[in-house]
Structure formats: C-alpha cells, structure tokens
DNA sequence: CCAGACGTTGTT
DNA sequence: GTCTGG
DNA sequence: CCAGACGTTGTT
DNA sequence: GTCTGG
C-alpha cells in the first residue's frame, strides 16, 4: 500500500514557509487554477489528492478541485451550487444518495493548515481557528465527483465534499460536528486506499488528538472577501462574565450586553471564575502535551506521496518532484483521556492566550429564558461553511505568484489571480500557542469519552451530539 | 456568493 | 431592501 | 409508473 | 445514476 504520509504535507508546509516553493517545480495541471488563501470558502479551487484514475495500485494525483460537490447528475444547464453539499455526514455517506457512489472509488484527502469554526453564543457567533499544535497540515478526509455542464465543452468539473463527523470531546464545546481528519498516515492509506467494501467506519471518527488547538480569531473573516493573514491572528476576547445567573439564560440579556461582541477584537476582561459564564469560554486550548509531535522515525520506511513517484499531475505528469521524503509521523492520535469532571465552570479569560478549557457548555436548546426568545435571527449567515485556510499550499507555484490580497470588507471582488508580488513573509504565521491544558469537559452526555455517540439518523458509529 | 423569501403556531 | 438558506 | 430529489448545520 | 413519494 502505497504510503501517504503527513510527510508530503509537512514538507509543503515547510517549503511555503521557510523556503518559500521555488524549488517545487511542480506542474500542475492545466488549470490549477489555485492562490492561497487564509480564506477559503465552497465554491473555491483547492489541491486535493486522489487515487489515479482507475488505478488499482497506488498512484495518486494532485489536483484542484471545487469545494462544494456537484454531483455527476447535475443537470448540465442547471448552476452550480457549490453550498449545497460542501459536507457530508460520515455517518450516512453510504446511504445518501449523491455520495454513496462515490464512496467506492471516489475518495479523496485533502491538506490545509487551518479551518475555521463558528462558537455560536447567543445572536453572535465567534469565529475561531483550528489547527495542529505544532502546525502540520490538517488532512480531511473527502469525496469527490465530476460534472460537465452545457458549457465548455467536454471540460469536466472536479469538485469535492469534506466529511464531518461528531465533534471529539475536547472540541465539542466549540461546535458539535468536526472535520474527519486523517490524523495519521495509516487513517490516510486507509482511506485512500482501502477496497470498495472497506469499512472505512474506523477512520471516519473525530480525531482526538491533544494537538488539535484553537483560539479566536476576527469576526472579519467571516467575509468570504476578507483575506489576508489577519484572519489567522488571535484576538482576545471581551469576556462579559460576572453576570448574574439569571441572565444567562435570558437571552434579552444576554443579547444587549453582549451583541457589543461582534467584532471585537479588543477588549478582554479577565475574570476569575465565575459560575460559568454562558459562553464558554474562549479559549484557546491547548492540549497537554504535545503529544509526540516526534517522529521518530521519520518515515523513511515509507515513501511519502511526494517522492512517490506516481503521484502524478494529472495532466502532465512529467514533472514529479523529486522530493525526499520527510517524515511523516503521525499524528498523535489518542490523547489522553481527560476527565475533568469539574467542570470549571469560570471562565478563564483569555490571557493571552493558553487558557483553559472551556466549561461544558450550557445546553443548548432548552433553557430558554423567559420570553423573548426569539431574536432576529442573525445567526446564519455562513454559519456552516468552513473556512478553509490554506497557505498551505503555496507551494504551488502559480499560487505563490500571486498571493492573496488582503481585502477588507465588500469593496472588492475576487480578482483574479495576478501576478502580483507582494510576498508576505513567512512572519506571518499564527502564534502558536503553548500551554497545554487539561481540555474542557465534555458535555455530552452518555458520551464516553471522545465523541459521544448519540444517534441520530443514521448509524454508523458515531453520531453527534446535539 | 446569490437565489429566494419576506408567516405563525406548536414542537422536536 | 434585507435576511436566510444552501 | 414516473417526476423529483439527491445536503448539512442549526433553531427559534 | 438511483431511490422515494405520490
């Protein structure tokens, strides 16, 4: 079994960051129409890596492909809509119909650095960044199809769905559902790989690495045309806290005090605990230890995907890299079993940055307070998409040429990839954050330790809370 | 992003 | 016109 | 039989 | 393409 490992991605990340590409001297495809950006949203063109086509050995491709699937079906005149299924539950991939056949031999992986997610407190939502600890690329596990439309002639559309599952326990206080993420070079062979009838139920589950961090990023970027490394930066949180019980659960209360909130990126309070405030806490947290972010044996065994030879471009395949390979490791993967069962139910406020987990959150649906209930909806907004961030790939030579353009608000439109030289060092990375604490509380209930399992309507194993 | 809705009561 | 869902 | 759907998240 | 609902 060929052998993919977080090598290839860790090299690219590596060589976007401190070597910057030129020696990546890929060749893409044709249309490898890719910039990198810190915001990525369904609909953009992004590099995944797929089996060769009807391959049964062990080539793969690199190549772009659409966020946001359009199945095969899709009537050719009809428009695109890359919103629709730009997820899909892992859980029920077997049985809905526009990925079920996709299963068998369409699966994909599909490398970033970062994704984004919405903590929704109140009318307001709260965007923060997820990555690995130490910043090795995230790979999310992915289903891909092709579509051709009335237009361009015989041109076939790549496009693609990232599978979620239920979040892990030290993630669920942010959002219920999270990336499948292919935490290891095992999980990624096995998807990529794996025969039609695999069952792939054993890698399709929340990855529950200590690694996975996260802290708070603008609300800005929740503009699909806000771009630009500002959207990675951490910002501390206002933290209301103190407020008397009462008014969490009043959410008139909680409405006008906090909606100051909304894109805030000054302010912080510290706190010292306080019974818990209602929106957890902010906080960015951090795993105990790394977990072994070693690799010990870099994998030289194993040939990553990079030198692999058969990775191939699909259009030109002359050009293969000759990369070496790199280690690969994996990623941690069990953490530790936190319990902690105090819920702590302060907050901590966000020092800087390494707080602490967060409280179980309150529970959602119920509690709601007294009458006004309702408030003007104003949560939707891109409440699902996931904001993929991605300088990952700047590898890419085409992208590095044209970096993305930090834009601000709605005053521009894409532009199209230009040649323009404006490099934006390699400082710009997100801080990285160290402090590794114990993880929040879990609240789901039943739930054993990671990712509760609750049901829902579909079976396989997990399933989600809420 | 952009097509489509633009409601309430009663509920999961 | 503006919000919402996809 | 055949037209129509085929998705996810999140909620009041 | 394939399943579902009417």
């Not at 068998?104 to 992986?109: A, E, G, I, L, M």
């Not at 990553?304 to 070496?324: A, F, M, R």
């Not at 954050?433 to 509380?441: H, K, M, N």
Request: hydrophobic content about 30%; charged content about 25%.
């Amino acid at each position: 079994m060929p052998t993919v490992g977080h090598g290839l991605l860790q090299h690219w990340s590596m060589i976007s960051f401190i070597f910057g590409l030129n020696f990546v001297d890929w060749n893409f495809k044709r249309n490898f129409r890719y910039r990198p950006s810190y915001n990525v949203s369904p609909g953009r063109d992004i590099p995944v890596i797929r089996r060769e086509d009807g391959s049964d050995g062990d080539s793969l491709v690199l190549q772009c492909m659409k966020w946001g699937l359009i199945p095969s079906f899709t009537k050719k005149d009809e428009k695109p809509d890359h919103y629709k299924m730009f997820n899909a539950r892992a859980e029920s991939i077997r049985e809905k119909a526009s990925f079920r056949r996709l299963v068998p031999n369409s699966r994909c992986v599909v490398a970033v650095e970062g994704f984004y997610e919405w903590k929704k407190d109140g009318s307001k939502k709260q965007p923060y960044y997820i990555h690995l600890e130490d910043d090795r690329p995230l790979v999310f596990a992915a289903l891909y199809d092709t579509w051709k439309n009335s237009e361009a002639a015989g041109e076939i559309h790549y496009t693609f769905t990232i599978l979620t599952t239920s979040s892990s326990s030290t993630f669920g206080w942010l959002h219920d559902r999270m990336p499948v993420i292919l935490g290891d070079k095992e999980s990624m062979d096995t998807w990529l790989f794996g025969s039609p009838s695999s069952k792939f139920e054993t890698v399709l589950k929340p990855y529950d690495g200590p690694d996975l961090v996260w802290y708070p990023v603008t609300s800005a970027m929740g503009k699909p045309s806000f771009d630009g490394p500002e959207c990675v930066m951490e910002i501390k949180l206002k933290t209301e806290e103190t407020k008397p019980i009462s008014q969490f659960f009043s959410k008139k209360g909680v409405n006008s005090e906090q909606s100051s909130n909304l894109g805030s990126m000054q302010g912080d309070l510290i706190k010292n605990n306080q019974p818990k405030s209602l929106k957890e806490e902010p906080q960015t947290q951090g795993s105990l230890d790394h977990p072994s972010v070693t690799d010990e044996g870099n994998d030289e065994s194993k040939p990553s995907i990079l030198d692999h030879p058969s990775v191939t471009d699909e259009g030109n395949d002359e050009s293969k890299p000759s990369i070496s390979t790199l280690t690969n490791e994996g990623a941690g993967k069990l953490p530790i079993k936190r319990d902690y069962e105090e819920l702590s139910a302060n907050a901590k406020p966000a020092c800087g940055k390494a707080e602490k987990p967060q409280t179980s959150p309150a529970r959602k649906k119920k509690n709601v307070g007294p009458a006004d209930n309702k408030q003007p909806t104003l949560l939707s907004f891109f409440g699902k998409r996931y904001h993929v961030h991605n300088h990952l790939l700047q590898h890419l030579k085409r992208a590095h040429q044209n970096p993305p353009v930090h834009r601000r608000a709605a005053t521009e439109i894409e532009s199209p990839a230009l040649p323009v030289p404006q490099p934006y060092g390699p400082a710009f990375l997100p801080p990285r954050q160290p402090p590794p604490l114990p993880p929040a509380p879990p609240y789901h209930r039943g739930g054993a330790g990671k990712g509760g399992y609750r049901n829902s309507t579909s079976l396989q194993h997990c399933k989600s809370s809420t």
